[in-house]
Each structure stands twice: as C-alpha cells, then as structure tokens.
C-alpha cells in the first residue's frame, strides 16, 4: 500500500469525499483527493498526477458515471473505478459492471467503500508490480529476441512489426527494407508462397496452433537457403500478429538431404540388392528385408517384419544353423555361412546358403545382416547326382546279373559281385584277368571269333552266346553271355559291356527234358495200351501204334479224324457230349465203356479211361484217354448173363419136366393098360385114344423144355446143312397155310454142320410157325435162304459172338409179318415170353431155337419193323472141311411108339 | 409073352403113382412086384429077399438111383436093374447113361409106354447077366 494512497472523486458534494477519507484516515489510511465533476477537469486531473483509485458518482449534472467510467479506462485501463451511488438499479450495475468498473457500492452502504478502496489499490499495486515484472522479462525478452541466433519477426496483415537481426541477416535486409517489402512475395520460393500465406491465413482466422515448417528462402542477393519456421499467432500492440521464429536450416537441410540420399541409395541398394537379404537385431527379429528375400520365402515385408529367421527353418536344421549365429553375438566369430532348408510361405522347401555377419547400425548397435542363396536347385541336382551315381553303382553291383565291363584293350574295369560269385573271383583278381581266361578251352576259339567280330568295322554291337566257363574252384558251368558294344562318337570301341548268366541248370535241365521227352515218346508210341491225345477242337491231336492197331487206323489217319468218328453210332452222340463237357471243366475224369468200330467195321468193347489235361505252356486243354480193349470180357459177360439166365430157367423147366414126366407116366401107361383089357370095338377106345393123344402132346412140351434147357439127349453128327435145310423148307410148305407164298433159296453146297438135324429141322419150323402166326392169316411171303459166309472183320464186327477163325452157314428166315417193335425184340429169346394169347402159345419155341442155336456154337440175330416184317439170321460154324460128307437124317424119337 | 415065367421085380422110385403103375403093368404081365420108395429102402429089401430085376428111378430123395445102383452092382454083381428117369434136375448131366455105366442093363425115359417097359424088362430078364443068372 503506498504511503498515501491520490483518490479521484468524480463528484459534486464534497461531504462524500470528506467522509471517505475520514474513514481512510481513521484505518491508518493517509489519503489526498481531488473532485471532479465534468470530463474536462477529469481528464485533467487524470493527467496532473498519478491516481491510485477513481470513485465516481453515478448521476452528476453535467455528467454520469458510464462517461466518467469510459475516459478513465481511456487514459489507462488499469486505473480501478469504483461507482458510488444513491441508488442504482442493477441493469445499469451490470453495464457498469461489464464497462469496467471495478465495484459499486451504495451511499446507504458507505462502510463497504473503505475496505473496497484498500482492495482495489492493493490489486492495482499488484497489478502494477507485475506488470513491471513483465517488462523488465520483455526488456530481458527483446533482448534475447533481438540477440538471437534465431531469426525471430512479427508480423500482421498489416506488414512487419519486428524483426530481429538474426532474422534481417538471414535474408540480407534491414528491418525497415523488410517493412516495406511483401514479405511473402519477396523472401520466399514461388513454391513454397501458397503454403505459406496458407498457414497465416489460418492463423490471422484464429488458429492458434503454432506452425511449424520448412521453406526455400530468397536472400536479397537472390540466393536460396533453407529456412525453418515456427509461426504462432501472438498479440501484438493488442492486435493480433504471427510471431515466426526462423532457422537457417540450409546446413542440416543439405545434411539431411544427403544423408536421405545416402539412406536412399542404402535402401535401393539394399532393397535391389539380387542376393536375398535381411536384417535382425538382438531380439532376432527382422527389421527388414529385400525383395529377393520376400521373394525367396514368398512373404510381404510386412509378414516378414518382427518374425525371426528361426521360424523358417525347418526343426530338424535348426540344430545346425541357429548355434552358429550365437557365436556372433559372443564375438567368436565375425561371419557365419551355413546352408540348411527354409519353409517357404506356400509350404515348400527350399536348400539355402546363408552368410550371417555382425554390424553396427549410425548408432553403435549392433545387428545382424544375412545374405540368403536359394541353392535348391544346385542342391537337388547334387543330391539327385549323386543318388543317380549311387543307384547306378548299387545297381551294377548289386543286381542279381553278373556283369562287367571290358577295355578295348581286353581288360575289365570293374565286374561286379555278381560276376564275382558266378566265376569265384574277387574284383581285384579280375583286374589283372582276360576275358577269355576263365573261358572253357573247347570254346576258346569260338568265344575269341565272336570277340573278334566285335571289333571288325561294320561288326555287331551285340552279341550272344551260350559258352562254357571255368570257375576258379575248377568246376565248369555253362553260361549264357550277352556282349554289348559302346562305341565312340568315331565308331571306336569304348568299352564293352558283358552280362553273364549261369545256365548250367537249364542245360542239364534241359538235356533231362529231351531225354525225358525221348523216353516219355518212346513209352508212349510203344506202349501196350492203347493211348490217344484228343485236342479240344474234338480232333485226334496224337494216337499211339497200340491205338492205331486197336482200331485199324494209320497215325496220318487218325490225324484227321475226330474221337466220335471211331465210335459206335448208338453212342457218339452221348460220349461227343461227354467230351465237351470235358473240356468245359465240368467233368474232370472220366472212366467210361465204350464201344468204337475198327476200320474194318469190326465192333469193339474198350474201357476208356480219360483225363483231362492242360498244357502248363499253351493253356490248350487236351484229353488223355487210355483205352483197353474188353471186347472178349464184354462178350463173356453177355454170354455168362446170358447162360446163366438161361440156366435158371433150365433148373425150373427141368424141374418141371422131371415131375411132368413123372405125372404122364401113369396117364399113359395106365391107359394103354385100360385099353389092352378092354374089348375090341369098346366104345371106351375112342376116349382112351383121346387121353393118349393128349399125353403123347403133354410129352412133346416137356420135350421141348428140355431141349431149350439141354436137358434132353441130342445126337450130334455132321450134317449137310444145305440138305438139311431143303428138308426142312419142304416140311414149312407143308405146315403154313396156301395163303402164305413159301420162297426157299438154299445154297448148294454149304459144308457140314455138326448138330443134331432134328433140333435144326424144329428151328426153322418154329420160325416158319411163328411168321405164320405174325401174318394172322393174311397173304405174306416166307423166305428161307441159306448162304455160305467166308467170316471177315466185318461180319464179326456186326454179329458180335462169331469167330473169325471160322466159316458160316447162314440161315435167313423172312417174313412181311406185322414186326415187332424194339420191347418185344429184347425179350423174345426168353423163356415164357410170348405174345400170343393164353393158351395159344408157350412162350418157349424162340427160347429152344435161341438154345439149339448157341449149342451148335452157332448166333442167332434177330431184327425186324413194325408193319414191315421180321428177319431172323441164324449163323452156324461150319466144319473146316470141305468134303461134304452126308449123314443120314436122323428121325426123332417118338414119344409114344406107333401103335 | 403070357408064356415068359414069373419074375419077382423089386421096384424103387419115390414116386408113388409111378410105382402103382408099374406094379399094375408088371403084376398084369404076371410078374410078383415089391416096392421100395428110395434107394436104401430098395436095398434093404434086396438084400432081405433078392429079386430077379430091380427097376429103379434115378432121382429120388434119400438116396438116389446112380448111388443104388452103385451099391448093388458092387455087392449083388449080377444083378439086372432098369433104370427109369423123367430127365434130370440138374443139367448137363445125362444121369440114364451115367446108370448105364455103372451096372444098369437098360434105361427107359419117363414117360414111356407099357409095350417099352415089358419089352426092356423082358429082354433084361432074358439076357446073359454077369454071373449067368437064370
């Protein structure tokens, strides 16, 4: 508070004055005054002396508080006013108020004023000493402004206020040639004018945010220099300007020009660089990468950016490389190069040569550079190489194929294991050996041509041979070499290449095979049973001699027959069959009876015995049949069948006839008996001749079964059968009826039977009585022929029993009867078996002629057609002689003597 | 042939009706007949009384006519014995030859006539026998 404090009363009653500064005083307040009561005296009052406080009364007559309140503020501003009034209404306070008084204090409420003048005086005193203090900080300021390096101006759109000296030699102007320039125009690069009136133009529109750059300054002289600024809007006189602050940067700007053309050029180098690189620090992160190495691993830059060279190794190489790069940062070594794999972004692998070293970034620390080489390829076809090369050396001495290779010079270069363990020595021995060394001395001069004729011009590249080698142990093999020349591009020989094969077991194999071959030929061709080879196209593919023989055929024959030709009509078509499903797999073995026709027509009975086989080399399907002939066990059998039928029908009708002959014994003898006693002329004569006549055709019967079952006594002797037969045909004329045409053509001559002529008389009766019946009394034709047959295979073939040692009578008996069908023909030799109805027929005329028949070692055959007729053929030996010896005809013997 | 001495026959056949026939035909002839129904029966009798013919059947159970015959020509070697056979059971084998052979003086076949019978007989009975009999 100043000693004592200059009050200004704007006032026109003093006593206001007067109380103020007795209050004043009695606070300990000294205190001189001045009234005023119009702006005039005010303003002069205002400025006679200095003032600490105005009060102002707010009515005056000649003037009021706002004006008095106005010119205070006018003259200075900071001189505090305090309005005392009477009354005020609070608008008129609130202007006041806002036009810069400091308070107002009512005149009803003086006591406030006092405490409100010490409060305002010592605000202004404050006020006042800041103030000062903030001159002297400018004076201080402006000096440091005007003595700094730093060019420092301040301008508004009303041109330049200030500008340091730093600023004026910056451009080479004097502060007042700088003031009447345009600045913008003159100071600055056409470039950099636009931006810059920008950025004021900005700032004079209230932004207040500094602004701060760089622009091309003109020195007056024309010369350009970089210059920084940093422009902020400030108050200037109360208005607002731009404080710029300018640096000649044209030093650093240059520096740092350089220094981006020196990052630049690193850069372009870097980035351009063909070898793949990247760069990581401690952390192992990588700062950057080029495009080689992006491209190498397929990642951005960015992808690429914080990973670390480990993440793109693959697990089983990191052993290998990561260790090495630890002792870069140990210090034990300055460069590292290694090479293992990396995972490219698309997952594949790829060989890399990597060169690492440490070095020191501008600011000392330490990083890592590495160079990157893809070296996939160089490695794949190293590795490829070298497997090639390893496959090829394992192969040659590994392969199961004895091989080697020779000079031109005639010495091996290598032979491998192979070859070794196929001649007994080792690949060193074979290196001081000759080829033809080891070869066997009977085929020395031959091995030697065909090596010769390899190097003949024009010769053979290859060659092949089966030779004889000596092993080392002595043994000597067979072996199957293969020689092949490699020649120059001249045609010279290179080297050879031989590959040996031992086939000493194929030759043995197959010198056995021929003779196996030979023996199995020879067993076949000349084996007692007959064999044949059927081939599946149903043809004889080979048939041996007892083949042929059995069945009368030559081997070139046969050649073009098929199995079915040599077979018997009735069952071709059945075996044919059987074959065919032989061949289909669908029967595999077959043991057969069957019945085959020689050439010469002659039937045969074989048991066949048939497999089927496959030729191992063709896959061709073959049957082979072994076939033995049981013509003889078949005949016996049909005869054993036969007679031993015939047998048990002969015990029964012997049987029978023994007892019959018993039973007619006392019918005939007891009636003769009866008749003897009886009277001539006894009308019991005539009966007892009719139980005679019975009786005596009672015996007949029994007769007959006896002689069909050889029970009866025949009288063999040689007969004349050509008389014997005329004899009979005239005993057939006699018993068939006139309706029946009776042809007889009996040969002359025949030759001799031995028989007995009454049974051979009963056989063609019994046929003749039989053709009678067949015809039923139509009007038919009997024929009856007799032929002399010289036997041949033919006839033996078609009636099987005969004995082609021997000559035949023959004996047709014909009729154009009703026939009979194929049933009847197989049962009409049985005993018994008749067609005829009950009572007039006994079933044995056909079963005696059978029987008398076979006694005379004779056949009997029988065939014939319904509706057409029955033919029989009785075939009998005939005595070798030729001289026809005639026998007297002997007459059967009466059963019952002729009265 | 009423004027031909009385014969004692001894007959042997199984068959009944046969042996009444004959006895008929032969005693009607005037010859003294005994019956026998089987070979040792037959023989029995013989060897009890003799008889001057023996007129046998050949099949016959017990003992058959061939193996009588055998027996009686080896112990009465003149004996005259007919055999007589309605044909064999058994084939093949001619058994009124067969009787021939071991000793009978005339075979007859079954059936055969009265005349056929007396004639054989009577022939036999005057035939030589061995040991010049009758």
């Not at chain 1, 119009?38 to 009060?55: E, F, T, Y």
Request: proline content about 4%; charged content about 25%.
């Amino acid at each position: 508070m100043p000693d004592e404090i200059q009050i200004l009363f704007v006032e026109d009653s003093e006593a206001d004055a007067l109380l103020i500064a007795r209050w004043l005083n009695k606070h300990g307040v000294k205190c001189t005054y001045e009234i005023v009561d119009n702006v005039k005296d005010l303003l002069g009052a205002l400025g006679s002396r200095p003032r600490d406080i105005v009060l102002s009364d707010y009515n005056l007559p000649q003037f009021d508080a706002p004006q008095a309140l106005a010119a205070v503020r006018a003259f200075d501003p900071d001189l505090p006013v305090i309005v005392v009034s009477g009354s005020i209404g609070e608008e008129q306070a609130a202007d006041l108020m806002r036009m810069g008084a400091r308070d107002i204090v009512l005149k009803s409420n003086l006591i406030r004023l006092g405490p409100a003048i010490l409060r305002e005086i010592a605000d202004r005193m404050e006020r006042q000493r800041l103030v000062r203090h903030v001159i002297d900080a400018e004076r201080r300021f402006s000096d440091l402004v005007k003595g700094s390096i730093q060019g420092i101006a301040i301008v508004s759109r009303h041109g330049l206020h200030f500008a340091n000296d730093a600023y004026c030699r910056m451009f080479g102007y004097s502060a007042e040639e700088l003031a009447s320039i345009h600045r913008n125009k003159v100071l600055y690069h056409a470039d950099d004018q636009a931006r810059i009136k920008q950025f004021a133009t900005a700032r004079m529109s209230g932004d207040s945010s500094p602004h701060h750059y760089e622009a091309r300054g003109v020195r007056r002289d024309g010369s350009l220099f970089w210059v920084e600024h940093l422009s902020n809007r400030v108050t200037w006189n109360g208005q607002p300007a731009t404080q710029i602050v300018a640096v000649d940067i044209t030093d650093r700007k240059e520096a740092e020009r350089k220094l981006v053309e020196r990052e630049r050029k690193y850069r372009e180098t870097f980035e351009n660089a063909p070898v793949a690189m990247f760069r990581n620090g401690f952390d192992r992160k990588i700062v950057e990468s080029n495009a080689a190495m992006r491209q190498l691993l397929g990642y951005s830059e960015e992808e690429l950016a914080g990973r670390r060279p480990r993440d793109f190794i693959p697990e089983e190489d990191k052993a290998d490389s990561l260790p090495l790069v630890d002792k870069l940062w140990t210090g034990e070594a300055d460069r590292v190069d290694m090479e293992h794999r990396m995972i490219r972004r698309d997952g594949k692998t790829i060989w890399v040569r990597t060169s690492v070293s440490l070095t020191r970034d501008d600011d000392g620390q330490p990083f890592l550079i590495t160079h990157c080489q893809d070296t996939t390829e160089r490695r794949e076809a190293e590795l490829a190489l070298v497997a090639s090369e390893n496959q090829y050396r394992e192969l040659f001495d590994n392969t199961p194929v004895a091989m080697c290779w020779v000079s031109p010079e005639g010495h091996y270069i290598q032979a491998n294991r192979a070859l070794q363990d196929l001649l007994g020595y080792s690949a060193e021995e074979f290196l001081t050996m000759h080829p033809l060394d080891t070869v066997h001395p009977e085929d020395q001069a031959f091995s030697q041509d065909s090596m010769g004729s390899l190097f003949r011009p024009g010769g053979p590249d290859f060659i092949s041979d089966e030779v004889r080698h000596i092993r080392k142990d002595g043994r000597v093999i067979w072996v199957l070499i293969a020689i092949r020349i490699v020649r120059n591009e001249d045609g010279s020989v290179r080297y050879i290449l031989a590959q040996l094969q031992d086939i000493t077991g194929r030759r043995e194999a197959e010198n056995a095979l021929v003779a196996s071959e030979n023996q199995f030929r020879v067993l076949f061709e000349n084996a007692p049973v007959a064999m044949a080879w059927i081939s599946n196209t149903g043809k004889f593919f080979r048939a041996n001699r007892a083949y042929q023989e059995m069945l009368g055929y030559s081997e070139s024959e046969l050649a073009t027959m098929r199995p079915v030709d040599v077979m018997h009509p009735d069952i071709a078509a059945q075996r044919a069959e059987r074959m065919k499903k032989m061949f289909a797999g669908t029967s595999e073995l077959s043991s057969i009876e069957n019945r085959l026709v020689r050439k010469d027509g002659k039937s045969i009975w074989v048991l066949v015995n048939a497999k089927v086989m496959t030729d191992p080399r063709t896959e061709e399907r073959y049957i082979l049949a072994h076939l033995q002939d049981i013509t003889a066990r078949k005949t016996a059998e049909e005869q054993l069948f036969h007679s031993q039928k015939m047998e048990a029908l002969g015990n029964l009708a012997g049987g029978i006839a023994h007892d019959f002959n018993n039973m007619l014994l006392p019918i005939v003898a007891l009636t003769e008996l009866t008749k003897a006693s009886l009277p001539d002329g006894d009308a019991l004569h005539e009966n007892l001749d009719t139980v005679l006549e019975a009786a005596d055709k009672a015996g007949k019967l029994v007769k007959q079964i006896l002689t069909f079952s050889r029970q009866d006594q025949s009288e063999k002797a040689e007969i004349d059968i050509s008389r014997c037969m005329k004899e009979a045909l005239g005993l057939i004329k006699n018993i068939l009826p006139s309706s029946i045409t009776v042809n007889g053509h009996i040969g002359r001559d025949v030759g001799t039977v031995i028989g007995d002529q009454a049974q051979l008389h009963s056989v063609v009766l019994n046929l003749a009585s039989n053709a009678a019946d067949a015809m039923a009394g139509r009007v038919g034709e009997f024929e009856i022929t007799l032929t002399r047959l010289a036997t041949d295979a033919e006839l033996v073939a078609l009636v099987p029993g005969l004995d082609i040692a021997r000559n035949y009578a023959r004996i047709v008996v014909r009729d154009n009867g009703s026939g009979m069908d194929k049933q009847t023909l197989d049962k009409i030799f049985n005993p018994f078996f008749t067609t005829k109805a009950p009572g007039e027929g006994t079933g044995l005329g056909l079963a005696m002629v059978h029987g008398i028949v076979e006694r005379h070692g004779g056949v009997v055959t029988v065939s014939s057609e319904l509706g057409v007729g029955t033919r029989f053929a009785i075939y009998l030996p005939l005595q070798d002689t030729s001289a026809l010896v005639a026998s007297p005809a002997s007459v059967p013997k009466p059963l019952v003597p002729a009265e | 042939m009423m004027e031909r001495k009385m014969a004692r026959v001894l007959i042997i056949d199984d068959e009944k009706l046969a042996r009444i026939t004959l006895r008929k035909i032969l005693e009607n002839a005037g010859h003294d007949v005994a019956e026998a129904s089987n070979g040792s029966e037959g023989i029995a009798m013989y060897r009890a009384q003799p008889a001057d013919l023996v007129v046998t059947d050949i099949i016959m159970p017990d003992k058959e006519g061939v193996e009588t015959i055998i027996e009686l020509t080896r112990d009465f070697p003149n004996i005259r014995i007919i055999a007589i056979s309605g044909g064999g059971r058994t084939r093949n084998l001619d058994f009124l030859k067969l009787a021939q052979q071991y000793g009978a003086k005339h075979v007859l076949a079954k059936p055969f006539s009265q005349q056929e019978l007396l004639g054989a007989v009577n022939a036999v009975l005057d035939g030589p026998s061995v040991a010049g009999h009758a």
